[in-house]
């Protein structure tokens, strides 16, 4: 049903973010269950993966201790390590399922990332990626309408400033996420566009109007103080139907599936 996607994310998260992660959650959902060991690169506070990865995931890792406390008292992970994705502490050839969802653009060293996920992953094993894309900000409104009034300059610091805002490193095509991963020495074999353009635009302007949920998270820790599901009805029929739309070839971001060759593939 599209309200499980949905309504766990928008009960806990502001609406922008609960868009995404929707989605994610449906396509990763489509990839259940995961062969074990699983290593979840990126866990933030965890929000994520209990309510779209399951139960059980082996180990997670991140670098922001504030967040992986959280991630920790949700005990959806076995083992939770801080460790960079750059320099992994796990041996070669361990884990047969790798997931990072939303991550790898907000690290600067992106080959060395890659270079570690292949590393640690056994040969047959998969690799699990979302991303986004060089259509991200190509998609956003404002600076569209910056531009149609002659506002180039100003259009192209909103840009520079959004970019800055998401902690996005990399933007890459569609082409060039799946070329850096065959560069690493993954195959990939499924790539899936999601969020369309229209999708994008309230994600855009759903920054602006979370500012109620920032709030609430400095003053209670949490970004929905009152999660009842009537008030909510119709962001999460909207929601819904963004999740269930089809692939277009400008979607913002991309799902990747790749794996590491078997010896003599």
Not at 228 to 252: I, Q, Y
């Amino acid at each position: 049903m599209p309200s499980n996607y949905v309504w766990p994310h928008l009960s806990e998260l502001p609406a922008f973010r609960a868009l995404i992660r929707s989605i994610e959650h449906r396509l990763l959902a489509e990839q259940r269950p995961f062969a074990a060991p699983v290593l979840d690169v990126g866990i933030g506070d965890g929000h994520f993966a209990a309510v779209a990865l399951g139960a059980g995931l082996d180990v997670g890792i991140d670098v922001d201790r504030r967040t992986m406390r959280e991630a920790q008292r949700r005990r959806i992970y076995r083992h939770i390590v801080d460790a960079s994705a750059t320099a992994m502490p796990f041996p070669s050839d361990y884990f047969a399922t790798i997931v990072s969802n939303c991550v790898i653009e907000h690290i600067p060293d992106l080959r060395a990332t890659l270079s570690e996920m292949h590393r640690t992953l056994r040969p047959g094993g998969t690799l699990l990626l979302t991303v986004p894309t060089d259509r991200l900000e190509a998609n956003v409104l404002t600076p569209g309408l910056l531009r149609a009034v002659g506002l180039r300059g100003l259009a192209a610091r909103y840009l520079a400033w959004f970019r800055k805002v998401q902690v996005h490193y990399h933007l890459l095509s569609r082409e060039q996420w799946a070329a850096a991963l065959a560069g690493a020495g993954f195959r990939v074999e499924r790539r899936r566009g999601y969020m369309s353009a229209r999708a994008t635009k309230f994600f855009e302007l759903g920054h602006y109007a979370g500012f109620p949920n920032l709030l609430a998270r400095r003053l209670t820790g949490r970004w929905v103080v009152w999660p009842w599901r009537p008030r909510f009805f119709l962001v999460e029929n909207l929601l819904t139907g963004f999740v269930m739309e089809p692939e277009h070839a400008d979607d913002s971001c991309l799902f990747l599936l790749a794996r590491k060759p078997l010896p003599g593939d």
